[in-house]
């Protein structure tokens, strides 16, 4: 079992930018498929990237070329860098670590984007 623990979130303007992070407990995080995904209000909750024990990335189309997912396995840690910022991204992120049929949720960090 994996904790995770999302930190970053907060209020912006159109256009700029925020960087959410997650720290994660556990010996073994290399082995994590590790994601960011979010929900809108009165929305379902939704993928926004993912990032693979080798590095390899997965974007939402509405995220991409904006945001950039990375990890770092020394540190136990996964970063979203999120750039031109959209009304449209306000939502509660959450970050995820899948590993087979094990997944893991942190509580959830708020991004709103004002216009």
């Known amino acids: 079992q994996v904790q995770l623990v999302e930190s970053g979130g907060g209020l912006v303007q159109a256009g700029g930018s925020l960087t959410l992070s997650c720290a994660a407990s556990g010996n073994i995080f290399s082995e994590y498929v590790l994601g960011w995904y979010r929900r809108a209000p009165g929305k379902q909750r939704e993928l926004v990237a993912t990032i693979s024990s080798g590095g390899s990335t997965n974007y939402a189309d509405s995220v991409k070329g904006r945001f950039t997912i990375s990890r770092d396995n020394g540190k136990n840690t996964v970063h979203l860098q999120m750039n031109r910022l959209k009304p449209e991204d306000t939502a509660v992120y959450y970050c995820?670590?899948?590993?087979?049929?094990?997944?893991?949720w942190g509580q959830g960090t708020q991004v709103t984007v004002s216009s």
């Open positions: 995820n670590a899948r590993r087979g049929l094990q997944w893991n």
